[in-house]
């Protein structure tokens, strides 16, 4: 089911968030860069998982060379979906990345990453953004963001989250369930996979449950405050949520 969504809404991907967020995704996405600072400490081997299209990938190598003169940092670009990774190979292609040993793309599942490609205790920082709604099981990917993770590795996610005002959350509400679906049918030709995008949202667990799920597959992380353990945009619409492997 989730594979087929992503098939469909691949080519639109981009096209879709501008239009369902404004734009704010971009800001979600920089801000989400940006708290990891990349490059700060010298070049990370980082691996980027459900990240086809390549966003987040970007602007970490972007962050290193802009604000480290960092060159040497790598991205591994993981994803389940064919079809968002061409998508992403086609982004750096307009980069000077591209051809580099700085950037690969890799289809596989992140509940089950194979061990002789991804080896344990190997990556500096894991990121994963607006994908672990859509696995089947939650705690099957953190624990193998955790198994390759280095010891003193940062797991960081960002993901659409639970709303704290009643009254931004009803208005989120109602836009998601009605404007989002129909943009999908007006922009995309596809209503349905936009509706699964809203469902598989709220059926996500809130702040402090996902939270100590992070916890349980060995991480350490902040207290269960926003700014603790993670950090609210806009509200809660979305949140970054970090630990770090000991």
Request: glycine residues 8%.
């Amino acid at each position: 089911m989730v594979k087929d969504v992503f098939d469909s809404v691949a080519s639109n991907y981009d096209l879709m968030n501008d239009a369902t967020s404004f734009g704010v995704h971009r800001l979600w996405k920089d801000t989400f860069v940006s708290s990891l600072k990349p490059g700060r400490k010298g070049p990370l081997r980082c691996i980027d998982v459900g990240g086809g299209t390549g966003d987040i990938a970007l602007r970490i190598l972007d962050y290193a060379k802009d604000n480290h003169y960092d060159r040497e940092t790598t991205v591994e670009v993981v994803d389940i979906n064919a079809q968002m990774l061409k998508e992403g190979f086609k982004r750096f292609k307009r980069t000077m990345y591209h051809n580099t040993p700085q950037i690969s793309f890799h289809e596989a599942n992140a509940q089950s990453l194979p061990p002789t490609q991804f080896l344990d205790n190997s990556y500096d920082l894991y990121t994963i953004a607006f994908c672990i709604r859509n696995c089947t099981s939650i705690p099957e990917v953190l624990k193998e963001a955790h198994r390759v993770l280095k010891p003193g590795g940062t797991f960081a996610c960002l993901e659409f989250s639970r709303v704290g005002n009643p009254i931004l959350n009803a208005l989120y509400d109602q836009y998601s369930f009605t404007m989002i679906p129909l943009l999908g049918t007006i922009l995309a030709g596809d209503r349905d996979s936009y509706q699964y995008l809203v469902e598989s949202i709220r059926k996500f667990p809130p702040q402090p449950e996902f939270a100590q799920m992070i916890r349980d597959a060995g991480f350490s992380t902040g207290k269960d405050v926003d700014g603790g353990a993670w950090t609210d945009l806009w509200g809660g619409i979305a949140s970054i949520h970090t630990g770090v492997k000991v």
